[in-house]
């Protein structure tokens, strides 16, 4: 078993920026890709962006790419996402996966292990 918690998340005026973390237990942390998802009021949950286990890949929606970067301290069994330019659009509950493969979470396959999320609101 992996435990997962997320933090950081809050309230932020757009243009504004947030570092969210999630601290895993459990299992070796580099057994483990990692990625952050995401799920507004009233739509189903989206893809935001992954690492593979050594941080060496990452992959990012569309949306997010130039301003999020995930990142990950494997000392530490954190992964990070540094949101900048935070938008309306970005207000949701960011919820971080560990999983076998850090490409397949884009299509939100194979993500074994779930933290609770943590809720972030842009206000415009």
């Known amino acids: 078993q992996v435990q997962l918690v997320e933090s950081g998340g809050g309230l932020v005026q757009a243009g504004g920026s947030l570092r969210l973390s999630c601290a895993a237990s459990?299992?070796?942390?580099?057994?483990?890709?990692m990625g952050w998802f995401r799920q507004a009021p009233g739509k189903e949950r989206e893809f935001v962006t992954s690492?593979?286990?050594?941080?060496?890949?990452?992959y990012y929606v569309d949306s997010v790419k130039g301003r999020f970067t995930i990142s990950r301290d494997n000392a530490k069994n954190t992964v990070y996402l540094q949101m900048n330019s935070l938008k309306a659009e970005d207000t949701a509950v960011y919820s971080c996966?560990?999983?076998?493969?850090?490409?397949?979470?884009?299509?939100?396959?194979?993500?074994?292990?779930w933290g609770k999320g943590t809720l972030v609101t842009v206000s415009s």
């Open positions: 690492i593979n286990w050594s941080g060496g890949r990452t």
């Open positions: 459990g299992r070796t942390f580099t057994n483990y890709a």
């Open positions: 996966a560990a999983g076998g493969s850090a490409q397949s979470m884009i299509n939100n396959h194979g993500m074994d292990y």
